[in-house]
């Protein structure tokens, strides 16, 4: 296997004969659980900064373009790349959030959430989202649809935490 197919299927996750997109949400949320946990914030946002710039580019190398003209182009279903840097934000925004919280298994649940968040709006893709990744063209627009979906997913798990908060 080449370094550029490991880091596109996110170190083999794609590559799973089922769900490879979940496959590969499910690695990139154990590996930023880690990164987050033993070295911090910092070091995981550099990660999802570089593996986003880079995934642009090694995206567009592997990305066969499509009949359809409106279309942004064809990828294979093994590259997962995207869906680790938008996993990535989705834990990030609300790690502060879940630091103040007090109440029992915070943090756990804040993992649960991001996951979730980002998962339904990176399938779903409603809005914004949908548009970035059916009219941009090309590795910005499969990596700009998952950033954003990440984005999403990590405001909406604040508001549920904000929300359980209330609760407590």
Known sequence: MTIQKLFLTFLGAGLSPI????????????????????????????????????????????????????????????????KAAGMWLSLLIPYTTALSLSWPYAQELTVLFSFVSFYLFDSWRPSTIGWIAHHVKGGLGVMGSSVLAGFAGGFLTIVILMGIERLF
């Open 19 to 82: 769900y490879p997109k979940l496959a590969g949400t499910v690695a990139a949320l154990l590996v930023g659980v880690v990164l987050l946990n033993a070295l911090g914030p910092e070091t995981l946002f550099t990660a999802t900064l570089a593996v986003a710039l880079i995934g642009i580019f090694e995206i567009n190398k592997v990305i066969r373009p499509s009949e359809d003209s409106d279309s942004s182009g064809q990828i294979d279903d093994t590259v997962v790349i995207d």
